[in-house]
């Protein structure tokens, strides 16, 4: 999520508006990514309104040089309202509550029924969400101005209080949220009026106002989740404000949402939607070919040539903010050397990868970072941040006399891998030929697909364990969301990196609200994670959506994660 905005001191210590009612852009912030994560193989407000003025990733057709794919903007909108539809899961989320809202499957169901103060827009992009006016009068300071009158699924009316309380949950240490870290700079949240609440922070934090647009700012009713308690999630109303309300969850096949007639914007064009899980990937295939689901995100990448031909719908790619990496989880073996860890990226295929573990739909790259999430950059940050990277083209040869000199030939290396994607797969095969075409040798240890999602959690899943495929997405439009994994001590950084100059860094990024001074942090930080090649970055990843014929109106960019996006599918057709 990320982008960065210009900002005006003067007008954001005057704590004025603009006249759509957003508060001047605020700046955009790097903050330390949550643990959202892909189990999946494949990942400012700143100033609400400004930020969209300034940024916009999915400018790109996307259709680099011998690209077999092309980034599309959106998909035609709906032509009429429609019963129901159908959509493709790769898995069953454990639970629906927004504070461990962190991965693909949750947060594609919830983002439609339980709404954030700040929204992500198509164009990935920051907007007023529940907070139709947020203002930044001094830099520690954020405040959120709420619609009036909107109402909860049961019937409430939402107001200050439920936002305190739903921002507290997220706070409170012993609820163990996902999204707990990007709340560290928080010093307070209070109600300050009847519909509105200010945030005190501690420092700075530019990255802050971003998540307002993520799980991490959803607003869900007080009553409702103490009403709910220990069952809030798995059984029973979310409770929340969004375009669909929670119907029923029938355990291990389906989730169904009904529309919410009481929504404060537009209503939704479907009556109902039908999210089903299908964990095979060649169920979910032939499910999206037969018609028992008219749709779905993450699409298996070895079926894209079989929904292209099929002539049943449209296959659909947008910007995804993600990249397919190569997570460095253990630097206590061969890879506590940086000149094994260079080889190894060195003498990695990856358009090998792309080919046979995308299907084409990907572009190489050595960059830990996407280009989109740079948009809002000035030109120079922009530049420094990709100049001098190491190039992304095999060279066996020149990787092979790194390992020599390293002294690592014929050492052992772990690589973790797993049927539940080929992306993950197909990854895991080109390292172990990498490694052992310069003179390492690589070991595989398959994951059961229902495990993997633990190499992200749980340190004792990743006990023996030198790497793993990995894709990472932002959730917000801003380089510092995956930069900041290699802070001391982040959450994602499994392999224990530690550099005081980096952590100082970061620290300064995060506190910029001016897009200048971040951006330019943040290609700093970009050089030195590269140089020590800390994960090892593989190529960028699309995201991909199937439509059959009969609807139409899903976004094609990542911003499905944090948007009610299924309130605009309908018929394709009157």
């Known amino acids: 999520m990320p982008r960065s ?5 003067a007008a954001r210590s005057s704590g004025r508006t603009d006249a759509a009612g957003v508060s001047p852009a605020p700046r955009s912030t790097p903050r330390r990514s949550t643990p959202r994560r892909f189990a999946l193989p494949v990942a400012a407000l700143a100033a609400l309104g400004m930020v969209a003025a300034c940024s916009g990733p999915p400018k790109g057709d996307g259709s680099q040089k011998g690209a077999s794919f092309k980034l599309s903007a959106g998909t035609p909108a709906a032509a009429g309202e429609i019963d129901s539809f159908t959509w493709a899961v790769y898995a069953e989320p454990p639970t629906l509550d927004y504070i461990s809202a962190f991965d693909y499957p949750a947060n594609t169901i919830l983002s439609n029924v339980c709404e954030s103060l700040m929204r992500w ?5 920051t907007a007023p969400g529940l907070a139709e006016k947020a203002t930044n009068p001094n830099d520690l300071t954020w405040v959120y101005d709420l619609r009036p009158g909107v109402r909860f699924h049961d019937g409430g009316t939402m107001t200050a209080d439920d936002v305190v309380f739903s921002l507290g949950r997220q706070m409170d ?15 307070a949240v209070t109600k300050t009026g009847p519909l509105q609440v200010t945030v005190k922070l501690k420092q700075p934090d530019s990255q802050f106002p971003q998540y307002m647009a993520t799980a991490a700012g959803v ?10 308690g220990e069952d809030y999630g798995t059984t029973g109303s979310l409770d929340c404000t969004g375009p669909f309300k929670l119907g029923t969850w029938n355990k291990g096949q389906s989730i169904e949402l009904q529309r919410f007639d009481g929504y404060w914007g537009t209503k939704a064009k479907s009556a109902k939607a039908v999210f089903t899980f299908l964990t095979d990937p060649n169920a979910r295939t032939n499910a999206l070919l037969s018609g028992e689901a008219d749709g779905g995100y993450l699409i298996p990448t070895e079926s894209y040539d079989r929904l292209r031909a099929s002539g049943a719908g449209t296959l659909y790619f947008g910007e995804g903010l993600s990249t397919v990496n ?40 050595s960059s830990l970072t996407t280009k989109a999430v740079w948009a809002g950059a000035p030109a120079a940050a922009r530049a420094s941040a990709f100049d001098n990277l190491p190039s992304p083209e095999q060279n066996i040869d020149a990787a092979k006399r790194m390992i020599e000199e390293a002294g690592a030939t014929g050492k052992t290396l772990t690589v973790a891998t797993s049927s539940i994607g080929q992306d993950v797969s197909v990854l895991a095969t080109a390292i172990q030929d990498a490694g052992t075409r310069i003179g390492l040798k690589i070991e595989l240890k398959t994951i059961a697909p229902n495990a993997f999602t633990a190499l992200f959690t749980d340190p004792a899943a990743r006990e023996g364990i030198d790497m ?15 930069l900041s994994n290699f802070q001391t001590g982040a959450y994602q950084n499994y392999a224990g990196y530690s550099d005081a100059s980096y952590d100082s860094l970061a620290d300064k990024a995060r506190s910029a609200y001016d897009p200048a001074k971040r951006f330019s942090a943040a290609a700093e930080l970009q050089r030195k994670a590269s140089d020590q090649v800390l994960w090892i970055p593989v190529a960028e990843w699309p995201t991909a959506v199937f439509l059959n014929k009969r609807i139409t109106g899903a976004p094609t ?7 009610p996006w299924a309130a605009n599918i309908g018929a394709a057709a009157r």
């Open 5 to 9: 905005l210009p900002w005006s001191r």
């Open 468 to 482: 793993f495929p990995e894709t990472y997405y932002d959730s917000i439009t801003d380089p510092m969301d995956l």
């Open 219 to 228: 607003v869900s009713s007080k009553a409702g989740v103490q009403k709910a």
């Open 121 to 125: 827009t198509p164009q990935l992009t």
């Open 173 to 187: 240490p012993q609820n163990g949220a996902a999204w707990n870290s990007n709340f560290s700079n928080v010093e």
């Open 557 to 563: 960019t990542i911003s499905y994660l944090y948007s």
């Open 326 to 365: 190569v997570n460095v989880t253990s630097m206590k073996g061969a890879l506590g050397d940086v000149r094994v860890r260079r080889a190894l990226s060195l003498a990695l295929d990856r358009r090998g990868f792309v080919k046979a573990g995308l299907g084409g739909a990907g572009t190489v790259t």
